[in-house]
């Protein structure tokens, strides 16, 4: 399993729950959904490496 195979199984559902799970506690901040936030991904491989993908869902 490479970095590039786990970065293929993050699914369009998966990302929904993130940003759900982000707005719920968004609600919660003084300043709501004006926060600036960001999304990163660690994607790990077969052999236990980790790679970070920072600032990941941005378009």
Do not use: C, W
Not at 9 to 20: S, V
Request: aromatic share 6%; no cysteine; hydrophobic share 50%.
């Amino acid at each position: 399993k490479t970095h590039a195979l786990a970065a293929e199984h993050l699914t369009a559902r998966q990302m929904a729950r993130i940003y759900n799970a982000a707005s719920e506690f968004l609600a919660g901040e003084p300043a709501g959904q004006l926060t600036d936030v960001r999304f990163d991904v660690a994607l790990v491989d077969a052999v236990g490496r980790i790679e970070v993908l920072e600032n990941a869902y941005a378009a």
